[in-house]
């Protein structure tokens, strides 16, 4: 089992451009959130996807926005990048229901650089 | 929304000491407290966590605390080693296993003197 696995792994792009990040969940995992880690920060909470529909949100722009494949995978996307989005970009699978072991595993995430 | 504050934001100690790490929350609908490692460059791993219904965890060296009332919850390492260098984030949910919303703590920077 792989694990979630993120692509690609680094990423620089200039201010004003948009950008695309990929994610595989963990295996027999249906819901994929994804989380903005500023230096020196906890992990932020963007969204949650299941069912190819967005779940929850948290604080961010509509810059923001994402989706996710029948095959449970998901894409992050940034619109009009500020150098403020330079983080890394966690996603993190897990499994809908109220019972054990479906809590959240992470992928090892994307560097983004905006310059 | 949730707030979650975590303390010391960096701590020293000597191998074989104990380490204790403490967060509180704001949202007392929260009812699922993990605790995660990050080394360097790699992914959050999950560690340890606890539900709103115990009050203490254990799992080897790792223990966690909860008191609802006071809504703050603590980590604890005993016998620390080198390898438990990382950085630590607390996390709270209102999920009953971690599987929405996360919300994290500022981190602590957790390192071992041998």
């Known amino acids: 089992d792989a694990g979630v696995t993120q692509s690609p792994t680094h990423l620089i792009k200039t201010r004003g451009q948009q950008v695309t990040l990929r994610c595989s969940p963990k295996?027999?995992?249906?819901?994929v959130s994804w989380y903005q880690q500023a230096l020196g920060q906890g992990p932020q909470f963007i969204f949650q996807?299941?069912?190819?529909?967005?779940?929850q949100r948290g604080n961010f722009p509509d810059r923001f926005s994402g989706h996710q494949f029948p095959n449970y995978s998901s894409e992050l996307n940034v619109n009009a990048l500020l150098l403020g989005d330079s983080a890394l970009y966690l996603c993190?699978?897990?499994?809908?229901?109220?019972?054990?072991?479906?809590?959240?595993?992470f992928g090892q995430g994307t560097r983004l650089t905006v310059v | 929304g949730e707030n979650v504050e975590q303390h010391p934001s960096t701590l020293s100690v000597q191998e074989g000491d104990s380490a204790v790490i403490k967060c509180t929350y704001s949202?007392?609908?929260?009812?699922?407290f993990p605790w995660y490692k990050q080394e360097l460059g790699k992914r959050p791993q999950l560690i340890i966590d606890?539900?709103?219904?115990?009050g203490e965890k254990k799992d080897q060296r790792i223990a966690v605390t909860l008191n609802k009332t006071a809504k703050h919850f603590s980590l604890h390492i005993t016998e620390t080693q080198p390898e438990d260098s990382a950085v630590y984030f607390c996390?709270?949910?209102?999920?009953?296993?971690?599987?929405?919303?996360?919300?994290f703590g500022t981190g602590t920077r957790l390192t071992i003197i041998p």
């Open positions: 993190a699978s897990s499994l809908v229901g109220d019972t054990m072991n479906t809590e959240a595993f």
């Open positions: 295996s027999g995992h249906d819901t």
């Open positions: 996807y299941y069912e190819e529909e967005e779940r």
């Open positions: 949202d007392s609908a929260s009812n699922y």
């Open positions: 606890i539900r709103s219904n115990v």
């Open positions: 996390a709270a949910s209102r999920s009953n296993f971690g599987n929405e919303k996360l919300t």
